[in-house]
């Protein structure tokens, strides 16, 4: 079992930055792949970003592909999304979840993944 913990969201403007912490625990942080995922209101939850258990692969949604950077500290068990350049749009509720990898594959499907945090919630005003 792997109990992953977020922090970081809240409130800011359009253009402004926010980093995303997700604490994990429970097993061998190492031998899993990481994603960030989010949802909005009314819709449903989608892919953001998303990184291999050495953290030497990343890969990213479109819509977040030179704003967002997705990075891991295996020493700490934590892996982060920093986010800059935020809009309306990112508004949403953001979690990180767990797969258990193998190699250095990368995930982005909901279904890949094992486990999930509880979220925190992250809001952009215009």
């Known amino acids: 079992q792997v109990q992953l913990v977020e922090s970081g969201g809240g409130s800011v403007q359009a253009g402004g930055s926010l980093r995303l912490s997700c604490a994990a625990s429970?097993?061998?942080?190492?031998?899993?792949?990481m994603g960030w995922f989010r949802q909005a209101p009314g819709k449903e939850r989608e892919f953001v970003a998303a990184?291999?258990?050495?953290?030497?692969?990343?890969y990213y949604a479109d819509f977040v592909k030179g704003r967002f950077t997705i990075s891991r500290d295996n020493a700490k068990n934590t892996v982060y999304l920093q986010m800059r350049s935020l809009k309306p749009e990112d508004t949403a509720v953001y979690y990180c979840?767990?797969?258990?990898?193998?190699?250095?594959?990368?995930?982005?499907?909901?279904?890949?993944?094992?486990?999930w945090g509880q979220g925190t919630q992250v809001t952009v005003s215009s």
């Open positions: 990184i291999s258990r050495s953290g030497g692969v990343t």
């Open positions: 979840a767990a797969a258990r990898g193998n190699g250095e594959r990368y995930y982005y499907r909901n279904n890949e993944y094992d486990y």
């Open positions: 429970g097993r061998t942080f190492s031998n899993y792949a």
